[in-house]
């Protein structure tokens, strides 16, 4: 019995040069770029030089995979140390208030573009080639970001190894690394009921306030072996070395294949770590001082409001419940040592390698649960970095010719991107590689960096190429036109907030400090500004260059260079629909017609 097949339109399309988001069913066209009246319409390489793009087996590989690139180290590691950093639960007001405004809009507008364009980071912005510098600008934060997050991921992997003892390393002071100042027991509770001056051990009560955790000692002597400062380099920690190595030779083989296979990989790696977070959660907060840190979380320390900015990320809710298990981890630690919440650990990149290692401490069969729990970690940060270089490398073979395409192409360049961000990150193994490594995360790829990118796509896309042009070009991608306060977000409070809070920053600039003891020096400084230089002036470089090379009035050259280059599979969308204004957030696609369009990130 034959099934009712739905109607499927075939359309021919003629794009006029003049102006090329019209176009109209009067004849078909060659899409070549051999002469300047097609020059707006991208030629498709030959299937035979070039295998066809990639794209994910199924939609759920595509949403999984943004999970996990948007679920990462950022919710157990930089969430609660900036949460720490800035009064505990007043940080959560601005932050849920710029995830609103801010967030979830440009995170919205990044897929909806990449889903458009069916391109690389640098290619999208063929949408107004002039603004292309945005492109280049992502690259270099991507490439920034790769290299120096998966040093996170290297001291996991060092936890990891360090967990398979009977006994775990940190849980004591009889190691060989541990000082004269080390202490397991603070006595707290002896010490209240006794006098200052009580002894215990060898410290009395005063003494014992002063000491150091084994826990500290470890991530700080062991791990870290921290010099004096960014100048006092010292040698590398071949240990870590060897972790670092295992951790880009997985990330390679795990992307060199494509999305195909990394859609596959992210299934498990997205969704294990609620697991351990839930368990480490409920044994967090069974352990006294427990709802004296999380009270610290939820509540507003309002002194700390004008310094708690930040641009929120689209994973809130994950920050969120990862701040619930760190701060009732801390909650216990203050509990035992006497001390206030907010000194019971230094508000550094380590406050993670601090208070989750003190937690699986506690529990039952401690290695066991230590062993998962930096499994965990691992996998955590392994998706993230898999999606950051996938986009790096998608973005370079981009700006390669067809002409240069070699068998194994992609498999080469991911050797290459792998290799150079190896060698790179053999700097923040050394003594001195805490301080290199926090350049990199304050200055290149977070930050003003990041606010000056937002700003310039918002504008881009809701005034060069305009707002209600790309709601429409949405509407055609998934039948129906997305929320008007997208809309209204790209076209004035993101850009808004984004800018404003780039000035402020820029005009309460601090320098960098570590653990708030060290004071960078100004030529560690003047390092981390390239850093941060090297991507935001991207944008206006590459305005200026193309408008100069250009040629006829400033007026001509503005219309030809903001014209968007349009690739073959554009021409489904482009036909003219006079109901796709008419399309609203409850339009349904019309049952009785078929609209194919491949879901690429």
Not at 245 to 263: I, P
Request: glycine share 6%; hydrophobic share 50%.
């Amino acid at each position: 019995m034959s099934k009712h097949k739905p109607e499927v339109e075939t359309i021919s399309y003629k794009v006029k040069v003049e102006d090329t988001y019209d176009a109209s069913v009067s004849e078909e066209i060659i899409l070549k770029r051999e002469t300047k009246s097609c020059a707006n319409v991208q030629a498709a390489p030959s299937r035979e030089a070039i295998p066809e793009r990639e794209t994910w087996t199924r939609q759920m590989d595509f949403i999984m995979s943004c999970v996990g690139f948007a679920v990462g180290l950022g919710n157990v590691w930089r969430f609660p140390y900036l949460c720490y950093k800035n009064g505990g639960g007043v940080f959560l007001i601005p932050y849920v208030l710029i995830a609103i405004f801010g967030g979830i809009p440009i995170f919205f507008l990044e897929i909806a573009l990449g889903q458009f364009m069916k391109a690389g980071s640098i290619a999208v912005w063929n949408i107004a080639p002039i603004f292309q510098g945005i492109g280049f600008a992502s690259v270099v934060i991507v490439f920034f970001c790769n290299t120096y997050y998966i040093m996170i991921l290297t001291w996991a992997v060092y936890y990891l190894v360090k967990s398979f003892t009977a006994v775990l390393p940190w849980s004591h002071c009889n190691n060989t690394w541990n000082s004269q100042e080390c202490v397991e027991i603070f006595r707290h509770d002896d010490c209240m009921n006794g006098t200052a001056n009580a002894t215990y051990g060898n410290a009395t009560c005063n003494e014992l306030s002063d000491r150091v955790s084994p826990i500290t000692e470890f991530w700080e002597i062991k791990v870290l072996r921290l010099s004096s400062g960014l100048d006092d380099v010292g040698s590398i920690n071949w240990e870590l070395l060897l972790c670092l190595l295992a951790c880009w030779m997985l990330v390679y083989f795990c992307v060199w294949k494509g999305v195909k296979s990394t859609g596959k990989i992210v299934y498990f790696t997205a969704t294990f770590p609620y697991v351990v977070l839930l368990i480490l959660l409920v044994r967090g907060a069974m352990l006294p001082g427990a709802a004296e840190g999380i009270l610290y979380y939820l509540k507003p320390d309002w002194s700390k409001l004008g310094d708690a900015f930040v641009l929120a990320l689209i994973n809130s809710g994950t920050s969120f419940f990862a701040g619930f298990v760190v701060f009732s981890i801390l909650g216990f630690m203050a509990n035992e040592q006497g001390v206030d919440i907010s000194k019971v650990a230094e508000s550094g990149p380590g406050l993670a390698f601090i208070a989750y290692p003190r937690a699986v401490s506690l529990m039952p069969v401690a290695p066991l649960w230590s062993a998962l729990f930096f499994f965990m970690l691992l996998l955590l940060g392994l998706d993230s970095q898999f999606v950051g270089v996938e986009g790096f490398i998608t973005a370079i073979l981009d700006l390669l010719p067809a002409r240069y395409y070699f068998r194994f192409q992609r498999e080469v360049a991911v050797a290459i991107c792998c290799t150079a961000m190896f060698l790179i990150d053999i700097s923040m193994l050394t003594e001195g590689g805490m301080y290199v490594f926090q350049l990199f995360d304050y200055y290149s790829a977070s930050g003003m960096t990041l606010l000056w990118q937002t700003f310039w796509q918002c504008v881009v896309i809701a005034w060069v190429y305009g707002a209600d042009r790309f709601m429409d070009d949405i509407a055609r991608m998934i039948g129906y036109r997305p929320f008007p306060w997208m809309k209204w977000c790209w076209s004035f409070i993101t850009p808004f907030v984004c800018m404003a809070i780039f000035i402020f920053n820029l005009v309460n600039y601090k320098p960098l400090t570590y653990n708030k003891t060290y004071t960078y020096p100004w030529w560690g400084e003047a390092i981390g500004w390239c850093f941060a230089m090297s991507s935001m002036l991207c944008v206006p470089v590459t305005f200026l260059y193309k408008i100069t090379r250009a040629k006829g009035s400033l007026k001509e050259r503005w219309y030809h260079l903001t014209e968007p280059i349009w690739g073959t599979h554009h021409l489904e969308y482009m036909a003219p629909d006079p109901d796709v204004k008419s399309l609203t957030s409850l339009s349904p696609v019309s049952d009785n017609k078929v609209i194919i369009f491949e879901s690429v990130m």
